[in-house]
């Protein structure tokens, strides 16, 4: 059984998500985001740095999957402040023992969808369909879904829930 920690990092919330698979299909452990407290850059990336060390030790994952990072030539300090948390994040996975993986968007939209220039939305509702979700998750969360989803892909594990092992057949000449 393999464990991935999806993760989209942010300044204010990082979204995460759990998932464990095998050659069956997976299954969601734990999605969510973690907020981040106010303050000045380096406060804020310790705060960051502290909850992922604390995710890591709960869960223990296989691999940390992180979305690859890209500069908008309109914002190219944000793209520096999310290096930073990354940093955070991977110094996290590095202490814990964990590896980690980076993906670009368009590698997570084919494998999600078959289309790497798919829309959120589509990548979205693939998310909800392979998880069996009642509804869509936050944008980070399910950002962080999509990351996990791809990884695990990439290792062997079908991306359907698990399927429950059969009963037993009852034996010849044996009433049901």
């Known amino acids: 059984m393999l464990i ?12 995460y998500c759990i998932l464990q698979g095998d050659h069956l299909g ?21 705060d960051i740095h502290r909850q992922m060390a ?7 994952p296989d691999v940390v999957v992180l979305e690859d990072l890209f500069a908008h030539e309109r914002f190219p300090r944000t793209a520096l402040a999310l290096a930073h ?4 994040i991977a110094l996290a996975a590095a202490n814990a023992g964990v590896g980690v993986e980076t993906l ?15 829309s959120k939305g589509q990548v979205q509702a693939m998310v909800v369909r392979i998880l069996g979700l009642s509804r869509r998750p936050v944008s980070h969360s399910a950002d962080a879904a999509a990351l996990a989803l791809t990884a695990l892909s990439r290792r062997g594990v079908a991306l ?12 010849a000449g044996a009433r049901a």
Request: charged share 20%.
């Open 26 to 46: 997976c299954g969601l452990r734990d999605l969510g985001v973690l907020q981040m407290t106010q303050g000045d850059l380096s406060s804020v990336l310790a």
């Open 104 to 118: 670009t968007p368009a590698a997570v939209k084919r494998a999600l969808t078959g289309n790497g220039r798919a």
């Open 160 to 171: 359907t829930p698990p399927r429950p092992p059969h009963p037993p057949r009852p034996a």
């Open 85 to 88: 948390v990354r940093g955070a």
């Open 54 to 60: 604390r995710l890591l030790e709960d869960i223990r």
């Open 4 to 15: 991935a920690l999806g993760v989209d990092p942010g300044l204010r919330a990082t979204g």
